[in-house]
C-alpha cells in the first residue's frame, strides 16, 4: 500500500509538472518590443564612441527557437569590452546574415547609457527566422 501512495504522488508530480511545462509562454508574460526613437538611439552611440563606455549588458528578446548563445556568436563585442560604434556596425551586418533569425537593423535595438558608471546597455529585439 506505501508503494501504491508513492507511486500516485509521483505520477500526480509528474502530471503538474507536464502541464506547466505545456502552457504557453507568451500568454503570461510580457514582450518587449524596441521603440526607442531613432534620433535617440544615434545621439545615444555617438556620446557612446566619443568617450570610453563599457559594454555592460547584452539581451536579446523576441527569439522562442534561436539560442542566445548561438546569436552571439554574430556579436563583434562582448560584454565587457568598451564599444565602439564600427564594432556595432559589424554587429548589425552579422546578425543579419545569420539564417535562423531574421536580419537585425538600427530599428531593432535598443540601447542605454548610464552615465555615472560609464556603461552602455544593449537590447536586440529579434523575429527568429523561418523554420528548415
Partial sequence: MRYFKLLLLFLLIAFIHVCVL???KSDNSEVYTC????????????KAD????????IE??????AR???IRKGLEFEEGDIFTKKNLKKTLKKLSNLDYI???????MDVKLAKNDKNIYFIFCVKDGPKK
Fill in 22 to 24: 505545456a502552457q504557453d
Fill in 35 to 46: 521603440v526607442q526613437p531613432k534620433k535617440e538611439k544615434l545621439k545615444v552611440i555617438k
Fill in 50 to 57: 566619443s568617450e570610453p563606455f563599457r559594454v555592460r549588458r
Fill in 60 to 65: 536579446f528578446v523576441g527569439n522562442t527557437y
Fill in 68 to 70: 542566445d548563445i548561438d
Fill in 102 to 108: 531574421y536580419p537585425v537593423r538600427l530599428k531593432d
